[in-house]
Antibody, heavy 125, light 106 residues
Framework: EVQLVESGGGLVQPGGSLRLSCTAS????????MIWVRQAPGKGLEWVAN????????FFMDSVRGRFTISRDNAKNSVYLQMNSLRADDTAIYYC??????????????????WGTGTTVTVSS | ERVMTQSPATLSVSPGETATLSCRAS??????LAWYQQKPGQAPRLLIH???TRATGIPARFSGSGSGTEFTLTISSLQSEDFAVYYC????????FGQGTKVEIK
């Protein structure tokens, strides 16, 4: 069965750090761009960061750039999100997902395909 | 930023009926539009990509249409398991989601 499982969430004080992990089973994660998406309580979904198959490209949303880093270990079939200087507005469920690819209009575009189960991050004193 | 606006916020439908959900983009996203279903306590699930291509394992009662700025998700003959929140998402320029449409039992 194709599956992604996140871990590492928890309660942390403002200014603290957490490292989230996302591990794949049933498929090889190294073939895919990977992405982290979050959902604040009662709110919608927003993209956080993404990473290319060989880690050569990494991108971040504006509000986490400089505080979060994304990495992967293809040998361990895992991707990670290191979150530093956490703030209350980082409180959310964090999901990892694979990116499916389509080629139209002369360029590649990427949609979120297989999603993990999510891990909850709560930033509070 | 491409802003995605979904309507209505809540849709009350009886089982067996058809639900029609709308999604509008603030500027053209071509056909780089996906739909996701999310049930309480679960992760989103990909239903449609490329505006109209069903993802693997998605029943034929789910269909998507549109291009440019106007998109529609149609769920025919609603089943009990279809009552959920549905999000549209553009992936033409980075990724942005709509605020969701909740499909509830009438």
């Amino acid at each position: 069965e194709v599956q992604l499982v996140e871990s590492g969430g928890g309660l942390v004080q403002p200014g603290g750090s957490l490292r989230l992990s996302c591990t794949a089973s049933g498929f090889t994660l190294s073939s895919y761009w990977m992405i982290w998406v979050r959902q604040a309580p009662g709110k919608g979904l927003e993209w956080v960061a993404n990473i290319k198959q060989d880690s050569s490209d990494k991108f971040f949303m504006d509000s986490v750039r400089g505080r979060f880093t994304i990495s992967r270990d293809n040998a361990k079939n895992s991707v990670y999100l290191q979150m530093n200087s956490l703030r209350a507005d980082d409180t959310a469920i964090y999901y990892c997902a694979t990116l499916g690819v389509s080629y139209n209009y002369g360029y590649y575009s990427y949609y979120m395909d297989v999603w993990g189960t999510g891990t909850t991050v709560t930033v509070s004193s | 930023e491409r802003v995605m606006t979904q309507s209505p916020a809540t849709l009350s439908v009886s089982p067996g009926e058809t639900a029609t959900l709308s999604c509008r983009a603030s500027q053209s996203v071509k056909n780089n539009l996906a739909w996701y279903q999310q049930k309480p306590g679960q992760a989103p699930r990909l239903l449609i990509h490329g505006a109209s291509t069903r993802a693997t394992g998605i029943p034929a009662r789910f269909s998507g249409s549109g291009s440019g700025t106007e998109f529609t998700l149609t769920i025919s003959s609603l089943q009990s398991e279809d009552f959920a929140v549905y999000y549209c998402q553009q992936y033409d320029w980075w990724w942005t989601f709509g605020q969701g449409t909740k499909v509830e039992i009438k």
